[in-house]
């Protein structure tokens, strides 16, 4: 496979790096499977204790010099990772889509956002300001800047496996700080590229090895960032699940998280709402990355009166879906990335049947020529009521539920009825509508939309939302604060020392 050479990927890959160094380790390799055809692309060491020690010191030690590298300096670094993410667009998003199972365009699609925050970032390194305040003593001047807080560990997801790390990373690296990378142990080598890509601009620019830190394994590597003192700042992707224990972990010893957790995300179509525009913003929600994106759309809450003609509209669109090789851009839908996604997709649709839900569009899993890696599986849409326990859940997978309503307030009260709390959207064409949707008594979450789905967020936005999603945000915006610690300054220029609040000490 071409693609693996560019990328330097070899079989039996070290998966620990400080930057331009790769390690050897005592520890297990494992192998990445695609789901694609379910063969094993390469295998990867895992990281052993020694080895993280020796990522996590040169990180510390290269936080030494990076932070003071002027921001501009190293945005200009940041800059040549994007002009070489453009150069290797093309073979990433084939890795990315064979070794996670995106589609070909949605693979492609990864890799120009991580060119999209490098570009962000490239900007946002001239504007890492602070404000100036008005101070209540006089010939005092009173200011705030941001510094960089260190080391930051960033703890990805298989279904984003490159973008996502990007968003912290690119920010992060800006804002000064060093990085240490988890990837999922599904996807390793998309992250082995990125490190290969990344230290060759670096080694070009002579920044310190240890800036950009890789390491590879399961829970337990997790576990190692998230106890870890010397790390201030662990941004996780992830299950809730997942998040509530890195969430505990770092609250213990009184770091700092940004956790981007589950969603299950929901489109309001109103009475108003122009079909043509809700039916396809619905079923690229409902079943783009095969249903495993955080923003997939989950639930469809329908107004009444136009609840049948969505339904027949919408199945007919289902029927169009062509379900295969994700590397054939002929292709809408490509696998689900393991068998155990698999086996939770069964099992939550025979939760829905059981609790009353009706299949408008019924859910398979796929065999025969072309489905041998055993995990492709039909998008699939259940008739609901919102009190099914199974409606409130994330299963990821392709499984869209249709739930009736007769007022907005009780489509607001449905969209938010629900753990999680990352992305909605109201379909309408009624300005009150929308204005009622993103108001305070509207959407709950982190990302409300109108006219659009609920998938396929800007960079220019903070991404993120509230409840069991985890409150964290990245990317745009003033997201980069996150990655800062914020000082207070003031400075006296006068011959005397007045104290605030008029406080008198006469000695």
Known sequence: ?????????????????????????????????????????????????????????????????????????????????????????????????????????????????????????????????????????????????????????????????????????????????????????????????????????????????????????????????????????????????????????????????????????????????????AIPGAVFGAVGTAGQRCTTTRRLIVHDSVYDNLKAKLTAAYGQLKIGDPLDERNHVGPLIDEDAVASYQKAIEAAKAQGCRFAVEGAVLTGDGFESGCYVRPCIAEADPSYPIVAQETFAPILYLLRYKTLDDAIAIQNGVPQGLASSIMTLNLREAEQFLSASGSDCGIANVNIGTSGAEIGGAFGGEKETGGGRESGSDAWKAYMRRQTNTINYSTQLPLAQGIKFNL
């Open 1 to 277: 496979m071409e693609f693996l050479e560019n990328l330097h990927i070899k079989i039996d890959n070290a998966g620990t790096s400080t930057g331009t160094a790769w390690l050897t380790s005592t520890a297990p390799a494992f192998p990445s499977a695609s789901p694609v055809d379910g063969k094993t692309i390469a295998t990867v060491t895992a990281t052993d204790k020694a080895g993280y020690e020796a990522v996590i010191e040169a990180a510390r030690q290269a936080f030494t010099h990076w932070r003071l590298w002027p921001a501009p300096r190293r945005g200009e670094v940041v800059r040549q990772i994007g002009e070489a993410l453009r150069q290797h667009k093309s073979h990433l998003g084939r890795l990315v889509s064979y070794e996670m199972g995106k589609s070909l365009q949605e693979g492609y699609g990864e890799v120009q956002e991580m060119i999209d925050i490098c570009d962000f970032a490239v900007g946002l390194s001239r504007q890492l300001n602070g404000l100036t305040m008005h101070s209540e003593r006089p010939a005092h001047r009173m200011y705030e800047q941001w510094h960089p807080l260190g080391v930051v560990g960033i703890i990805s997801a298989f279904n984003f496996p490159v973008a996502v790390w990007s968003w912290n990373s690119m920010i992060a690296w800006v804002c000064g700080n060093t990085c240490v990378w988890k990837p999922s142990e599904k996807t390793p080598l998309c992250a082995l590229a990125c490190q290969h890509i990344v230290s060759t601009v670096f080694k070009a620019n002579g920044v310190p090895e240890g800036v950009s830190g890789l390491i590879n394994g399961g829970r337990e590597t997790g576990e190692w960032l998230a106890k870890d003192t010397r790390i201030p700042l662990i941004s996780a992707t992830g299950s809730t699940r997942m998040g509530k224990a890195v969430g505990t972990a770092v609250a213990e010893r009184l770091g700092r998280s940004i956790l981007e957790l589950g969603g299950n995300n929901a489109i309001i179509v109103s009475a108003d709402a122009d079909l043509n525009i």
